[in-house]
């Protein structure tokens, strides 16, 4: 038997209150050739330097660049995980709204990841 929309809503709204942390953006990790003659990266193509980590995201209406360290590199992505799964539930949560002020039969079917 399947749950009621408001017992699934609920169990979204307890899911969503339990992230910690959400982040927007794209999360780059690069190495780069410096260019200089006498470099080892000029030399072996496997001695690039690096890995750099790039964060690019919206912030006001504007794409902004952030070199990151490894470990907040890990920290966004991880966060960037959990943005997407939100965003889910809240699609999802949506929809459940819907059914509850529509009916069932006025729903239309999304899939949801996680």
Avoid: F
Avoid at 30 to 37: A, E, L
Avoid at 53 to 64: I, Q, T, V
Avoid at 75 to 81: E, L, N
């Amino acid at each position: 038997m399947p749950q009621k929309p408001s017992s699934r809503i609920a169990r979204i709204q307890r899911q969503i209150t339990q992230v910690d942390r959400i982040c927007s953006g794209t999360l780059l990790k690069r190495t780069k050739v410096c260019g200089k003659p006498n470099c080892r990266c000029a030399r072996d193509p496997d001695a690039e330097h690096g890995p750099y980590y790039e964060w690019r995201r919206r912030e006001n209406n504007r794409l902004r660049h952030r070199i990151v360290s490894a470990e907040e590199a890990e920290q966004i992505r991880q966060a960037q995980d959990d943005y997407q799964r939100v965003l889910a539930l809240l699609a999802e949560w949506e929809d459940l709204t819907l059914a509850v002020i529509l009916g069932p039969k006025r729903l239309t079917h999304r899939k949801y990841e996680g």
